[in-house]
Each structure stands twice: as structure tokens, then as C-alpha cells.
């Protein structure tokens, strides 16, 4: 079973990436996010115009079961499903795997957000350090 999920985790992974629109995980800093509005006027009444796979667009600042995250997760899904001709006992397995990618790109999205008293040079700096005292941490590993 790990097998087939880190044989089924990078199309699934290239497939998301295609549909954000980005290359890299950490262009996901840079997508912008669906109007708060209407993601809670798609939330109070499911009938209300919902997310589309293109530009595929998930509330990063809300959780994953939050409704308009679980729609475009199961539009996700289905396309793949549909697209890659899944077996049937696959299917959770590549819901799992879409949960993690968007876990991975919300811990993304997140760091790169301002918090209080910080502005854009704050965010860089502090993503630097996140990535010297990573580095530093690493090559004393390696050694």
C-alpha cells in the first residue's frame, strides 16, 4: 500500500500544482485566495456559484472540511479519479493524499503570511532565518 501511494502521490501532486497554477509549493504564497465573501455565502447555501478546478483556489486561511475546501477537494478527486482510471479500492487512498498536499500548502501559505507589527521585509527576514537555522541544522547532520 506505501508503495502505490508514493507511486500515486507525485501525479496527483504535478495535477494540483497544474491546476493552482504554480510550480513550486512555495508560489502558493503568492495565489491569491477566493473572495471572503464567496466562500461564506458558498458555505451558509450550498446552491451559491462554488469553486472551480481552473484556477483551482482553496481557502487556505479556513481548515479542509470547511465546505468550500471539501467541494473543491471532491472535484479534485473526481477528475483524477475519472482522468487516471483510479480503481475503486484506490480512491481513498488519493483523497489522503490530496489532504496532505493541501496540509502542505496551507503550513506554506501560512508562514509566508504577516503576522502583527510585520510587513513584507519582516516576512522575508524571517523566512531567511527559518532557512539558515534549517540549513545550519542539516549540514551539522551531514558531517
Aim: hydrophobic content about 35%; aromatic content about 6%; charged content about 30%.
Amino acid at each position: 500500500m506505501l508503495e502505490a501511494h508514493l507511486c500515486a502521490q507525485s501525479p496527483i501532486r504535478k495535477e494540483m500544482q497544474r491546476f493552482i497554477g504554480i510550480t513550486q509549493d512555495a508560489a502558493i504564497a503568492n495565489i491569491s485566495l477566493p473572495l471572503e465573501s464567496v466562500v461564506n455565502a458558498f458555505a451558509k447555501d450550498l446552491t451559491q456559484r462554488g469553486p472551480t478546478l481552473q484556477p483551482m483556489r482553496f481557502a487556505l486561511d479556513r481548515p479542509y472540511t470547511h465546505p468550500w475546501n471539501h467541494e473543491l477537494a471532491e472535484k479534485f478527486v473526481n477528475r483524477i479519479v475519472h482522468e487516471q482510471n483510479v480503481a475503486e479500492d484506490d480512491i481513498p487512498m488519493v483523497y489522503e493524499i490530496c489532504r496532505q498536499r493541501f496540509d502542505t500548502l496551507q503550513g506554506i501559505w501560512r508562514r509566508h503570511q504577516a503576522g502583527e507589527d510585520e510587513d513584507r521585509v519582516d516576512v522575508a527576514k524571517r523566512l531567511q532565518e527559518r532557512k539558515d537555522r534549517t540549513g545550519n541544522r542539516t549540514r551539522k547532520n551531514t558531517r
